[in-house]
């Protein structure tokens, strides 16, 4: 059985809040600075003294963010999670509260940001928050997937 | 963003409206302390007290902000209620990383507002939101209430003040995101006289970095420098109060009053106690992986049987030293208590430690009464502090009014100079010697990081005042330029003149790159010329007698080499001080433009 990665968040309890995964995701994935055009987004929770969240894409299957995509700019990832095609995006903003989790971040055009699950983002954590994990693609979604990708 | 100017906001409190206004001076002022000094000079009032409504309150980051790890300080400079002079203070948090993302530079506020106001902002949007119910409200209710109010947590900054701020005491703090303080010079004291309770910013926008792989390939070469070596264990482990048992080892750390250097039950609030005890957490300022915020807890029994509530609390050797060695407190738990209390303030923890030891050692020799203090102030009587902190907050007579004007202000009243122990503003941590007494009581900021002078008594047995001053005064032209950037200063020996430039010239300030050392000479200068403008004379500085009854590892103090070090440093600084001639000034500016 095929496996894929997903990024995952596990030891969150860890979090210092210095926002070195959601910069490194701006940085080298979006080529931006920002805390918000990014894959992984970090939120105080009520305040800095009740600690941190993130905000990670949690790698669906089927993903509401890709059914809700009228174009295909988001297409079915296997082992969760969509691929990402900007150039088929019309910047309709749809995906954005298809998310159950508010993962997709829309910028001022409405350009969606959305974890891609690249793993660039880990080695940045200093306090090991965050894995890459391997999951099972099943053989049936795995047809899947590429049905709606293509 | 990465742009050869500066974009700033004015916002005129008066009338509730803002303006970007675009100013030159990157190659030249290049951001932070050397941008503060441009804004003041350009917006400030030399002649004018620190309250009046004109005098502006800024913010400003530099060049790297947000680019590179741990250049996530925010610099904040205004005419001080403690001595109504230029002064500066630094802060961290979010705020840095939230006005870089608010794409400004700077953040200048006049005016006053009508009413108790909050102002908002962000790349998108300015509003004065009228908050006069939050009158009186201490910091911790207040920033719960601020944070319903205020969308985007996470990825904004909020400034707000207590108690003491609104009440205009001259060493009332600016509080950011909870744990973090533009600590010293009474920031928050311009904030209370200009009806300003709080300051959000959202750091909203978006930006294009440099093309090129140099830029991302030099910011993972930082970053593993910062994470992978151990050149920042000392932040992250134990943090800065491993300087308590360090400090109290060599008797130099400041203990009841400064009347002892060194005393064995330190053991109770060394580093090691308070992370073994009452260690939390850590958390981190935005855009530093270090994480050298220390949060520790206090546990209150507020009803029988069982009743308990907790706070968190975060510490560092300051407010350790300031509330804890300073009044006899030995108990880790009970510093954390008594610092709770000042944060509910929105005093500056350093002052106000020390204005309470003065204060004890007044009551002790019947210079002042109980009549005065209201409460029995003993060293080691932390439930006794915990009251006095907030009568010195509240202002709740005319002596807790007047010690929240300066422990020196207190002391000419009643009397006890000799033993106030204040160096320009009420004395950091350090008994280490000479060089650290002249370097606090003479400094720009009358901060103990304006220059690493306790850092120079440790490693120097010899009294060399050329020597010593020299370094003072080229110490502080590298902390100026790191602050210009803006820089943690915890970060200083990480980011040296090599790296510094190869930032810069990532981004594009090519010019600037070449000229680091032109510009961090003539940034210390336009801040001492401001700082005498309006009205520092370092010639008149004087320290007081306690100062010199001291015994560290070194022995007594030498008050000769005492007298003869400010001496010294007061000439260099009234000559750095000196008026450009106009030629000079514009020959220094067409050099550092020069390829622009």
């Known amino acids: 059985m095929k496996t894929m990665k997903i990024l995952t968040t596990p030891r969150m309890e860890r979090c210092i809040g210095c926002h070195a995964c959601s910069l490194a995701c701006a940085r080298l994935v979006n080529k931006r600075l920002s805390w918000d055009t990014a894959g992984i987004r970090i939120i105080s929770s009520g305040g800095l003294s009740t600690g941190f969240e993130s905000k990670p894409c949690l790698a669906c299957n089927p993903a509401p963010c890709a059914l809700a995509c009228p174009t295909g700019a988001f297409s079915q990832r296997k082992g969760g999670g969509v691929i990402v095609k900007r150039k088929l995006c019309i910047r309709c903003g749809d995906c954005a509260p298809a998310c159950p989790v508010d993962a997709i971040y829309l910028d001022a055009t409405t350009e969606p940001f959305v974890c891609i699950h690249c793993g660039q983002c880990v080695p940045f954590c200093p306090h090991d928050c965050l894995e890459m994990t391997e999951v099972e693609v099943e053989p049936a979604a795995e047809k899947e997937a590429e049905e709606v990708a293509s | 963003m990465i742009r050869d100017h500066f974009r700033i906001l004015t916002v005129d409190l008066a009338t509730g409206k803002g303006r970007i206004v675009t100013i030159d001076g990157r190659d030249t002022e290049a951001g932070g302390s050397g941008l503060a000094a441009l804004l003041f000079n350009k917006y400030g009032h030399a002649d004018k007290p620190w309250d009046d409504p004109e005098q502006p309150l800024i913010f400003t980051v530099g060049p790297l902000t947000g680019y590179f790890p741990l250049m996530s300080k925010t610099v904040c400079g205004f005419k001080s209620p403690y001595h109504d002079q230029y002064g500066e203070s630094h802060a961290g948090g979010r705020s840095a990383l939230s006005l870089r993302f608010a794409d400004l530079d700077g953040l200048v506020v006049t005016g006053k507002a009508e009413r108790l106001s909050c102002l908002s902002i962000g790349s998108r949007h300015l509003e004065l939101m009228d908050v006069h119910y939050m009158r009186g409200i201490d910091l911790q209710r207040s920033g719960k209430m601020l944070r319903k109010m205020i969308g985007g947590a996470g990825h904004r900054s909020i400034f707000r003040i207590g108690p003491a701020g609104e009440n205009l005491s001259a060493y009332a703090c600016i509080t950011v995101d909870t744990y973090r303080h533009f600590g010293r010079l009474g920031g928050g004291a311009v904030m209370g006289s200009k009806n300003l309770k709080a300051i959000a910013i959202q750091g909203d926008g978006v930006f294009d970095l440099p093309e090129g792989k140099e830029y991302a390939e030099l910011f993972e070469e930082v970053h593993k420098q910062l994470t992978t070596t151990d050149m920042m264990d000392k932040y992250h482990n134990l943090g800065t109060p491993v300087n308590v048992a360090v400090l109290n080892g060599i008797k130099a750390l400041p203990i009841k009053n400064l009347q002892q250097t060194t005393d064995p039950n330190i053991t109770g609030i060394t580093g090691e106690t308070f992370a073994d005890d009452t260690l939390l957490r850590n958390t981190a300022c935005a855009g530093c992986p270090v994480g050298c915020i220390h949060i520790g807890f206090v546990r ?69 009464s109980k009549k005065e203090t209201l409460v029995p102030l003993k060293f080691d009587d932390a439930e006794g502090y915990k009251e006095a902190m907030q009568h010195l907050g509240l202002g709740s007579n005319d002596f807790y009014r007047l010690l929240a ?9 009643y009397g006890g100079e000799d033993f106030a122990c204040v160096l320009g503003q009420e004395m950091g941590g350090y008994a280490t010697g000479e060089v650290f007494f002249t370097s606090q009581a003479l400094g720009f900021r009358h901060s103990h990081l304006d220059t690493g002078g306790y850092s120079f008594d440790q490693k120097h047995e010899e009294k060399n005042v050329e020597e010593a001053v020299k370094f003072l005064v080229d110490d502080e032209q590298g902390r100026v330029f790191l602050t210009s950037m803006v820089a943690c200063l915890f970060a200083r020996a990480v980011y040296n003149d090599e790296l510094l430039a190869d930032c810069l010239n990532s981004l594009g300030y090519t010019t600037l790159a070449d000229n680091m050392d032109q510009v961090a000479q003539h940034i210390q200068k336009l801040r001492w010329r401001l700082r005498l403008a309006t009205g520092f004379d370092p010639a008149a500085v004087k320290i007081p007698k306690r100062f010199t009854e001291i015994t560290t590892w070194k022995g007594t103090i030498d008050k000769k080499y005492l007298n003869n070090l400010i001496k010294e440093y007061a000439k260099r600084i009234l000559e750095l001080g000196k008026e450009e001639k106009k030629e000079e000034t514009k020959k220094a500016k067409k050099k550092a433009n020069k390829g622009k």
């Open chain 2, 300 to 368: 209150e029994k507020f009803m029988e049987p069982n009743h308990y509530l907790y706070r968190q609390v975060s510490y560092d050797h300051e407010p350790i030293f300031a509330t804890g060695s300073m009044l006899g407190v030995t108990n880790a738990f009970s510093v954390l208590s008594i610092i709770d209390m000042v944060e509910k303030m929105g005093l500056d923890v350093m002052s106000a430690g020390v204005a309470l030891a003065w204060a004890t050692e007044a009551l002790d020799k019947g210079i002042i």
């Open chain 2, 405 to 413: 004007q300066g422990t020196m202000k207190a002391a000419e009243q």
